[in-house]
């Protein structure tokens, strides 16, 4: 329910019930610094009345209250992270009509101090955003300049807003391309709604890159940033105020392993954070995280408890114009139903894919061995020119969404 806002600004952010407990502290630290700005939370579950009993003292967005024409149509060929990511566009705008500066954060952040820097900023700036990292890496390790360059310069788990008529363009253009095209597919340059925003300085010269070191410290910019206490407030590189810490792939079993996305740092080689980790981990627990964390996201189900499997979101996003007259695709009276029975991508049993990083090649080995075994031999056989263009097709069709004809 939105409020009739007393106060000029209002801050976001977006998840499903998994991600409460991560939200809630969000929320709390922000509001800590921020008493004068009113906080929403976008859940793009289904709507629960018991989640709404549980969170009476929060301002609670539904995702399907969002306008958006044929939403249950983007909540199917778009997974959990998709759409919380492609929504957020349209959900700023929405807010942006009522207050004159709206930032968005993700649910895994917590704030250490008041965004000054941010809203100075959007005084005079339409759009404000902060890069991923401010010097470049390149040392064999992960993230580097090669995963920036696929994922996207800046990091749009922070973004900031204003009410003029440049913030209203760019939210616009965003979540145009964001509903069209806001898929996870980095090997043929999509990347959510991360990836758009490197195009956006060269549309929106009002837009306002921030180069402040205390601004969404996070894994992926480590190489760049030491954390240290001074009279009990955390500091980056010793004088630049630590403004909020992006928790990204935090891990609550083993809070001093930086993240299991990144091969630079050891689990333990940052002592300088470890007191931070810890004091996140103890929040995350007193927030209800065991009980939260274990919750199936609803919009991963027809409506008799079938299984959506991730290659039946693509596959559906793929032959999408044959289905104009399926105004529910959740539904198990219907023809999409009917197409995931018939060609087996849809699971009766609750089987959730699991979502892999390059430090879980070696589980595969076996597969990965017999793989390049038949690549060896499609090599002899094709001669290097044409397993060159074979390569290059492969990554084409590497996105079920350009396999079409395959169920045509």
Request: contains cysteine; neutral net charge; charged residues 25%.
């Amino acid at each position: 329910m939105l409020l009739s806002p007393k106060v000029k600004n209002a801050a976001v952010t977006i998840c499903a019930v998994n991600f409460l407990s991560k939200a809630l502290i969000l929320k709390e630290s922000f509001l800590n610094y921020h008493k004068d700005t009113d906080f929403y939370l976008l859940l793009i579950d289904r709507k629960s009345t018991e989640i709404e009993s549980i969170l009476t003292d929060v301002n609670i967005i539904w995702a399907e209250d969002l306008l958006i024409e044929n939403f249950d149509c983007y909540a199917f060929k778009f997974d959990i992270i998709e759409l919380s990511t492609n929504v957020k566009p349209t959900c700023l705008k929405m807010l942006l009509s009522r207050y004159e500066k709206v930032l968005y954060i993700d649910p895994d952040i917590k704030i250490y101090n008041y965004l000054q820097p941010v809203y100075d900023c959007l005084d005079t700036h339409s759009v404000v955003v902060t890069p991923h990292a401010m010097t470049p890496v390149l040392d064999g390790m992960n993230p580097s300049d090669v995963d920036f360059s696929r994922m996207g310069s800046f990091n749009l788990g922070f973004v900031g807003v204003s009410r003029c008529e440049e913030g209203i363009a760019f939210l616009d253009w965003w979540s145009e391309r964001c509903l069209k095209l806001g898929f996870y597919e980095p090997q043929i340059g999509l990347a959510v709604d991360q990836k758009w925003v490197d195009l956006a300085p060269c549309f929106f010269p009002n837009l306002k890159v921030l180069r402040d070191l205390g601004l969404n410290v996070a894994f992926w910019n480590l190489h760049e940033r030491i954390l240290s206490k001074r009279d009990d407030k955390w500091y980056v590189n010793k004088d630049s105020p630590l403004y909020f810490f992006h928790f990204s792939s935090f891990s609550n079993d083993d809070p001093h392993a930086i993240a299991h996305k990144q091969s630079r740092f050891a689990t333990g080689s940052r002592p300088d954070l470890h007191e931070l980790l810890d004091e996140y981990a103890v929040l995350l627990k007193s927030n209800g995280e065991s009980k939260f964390s274990s919750q199936k996201y609803s919009n991963d189900y027809f409506d008799d408890g079938t299984y959506i499997t991730p290659a039946l979101r693509r596959f559906y996003a793929a032959l999408e114009d044959t289905f104009t007259d399926v105004k529910n695709p959740f539904s198990s009276n219907l023809r999409v139903y009917a197409f995931a029975i018939k060609h087996r991508l849809a699971l009766r049993k609750f089987q959730p894919a699991q979502r892999y990083t390059f430090k879980d090649m070696d589980k595969f080995s076996s597969a990965i061995n017999i793989i390049n075994m038949f690549l060896r031999l499609l090599l002899r056989v094709v001669g290097p020119n044409r397993y060159f263009s074979l390569m290059k097709y492969l990554v084409h069709v590497s996105s079920i969404r350009n396999q079409r004809d395959v169920l045509k």
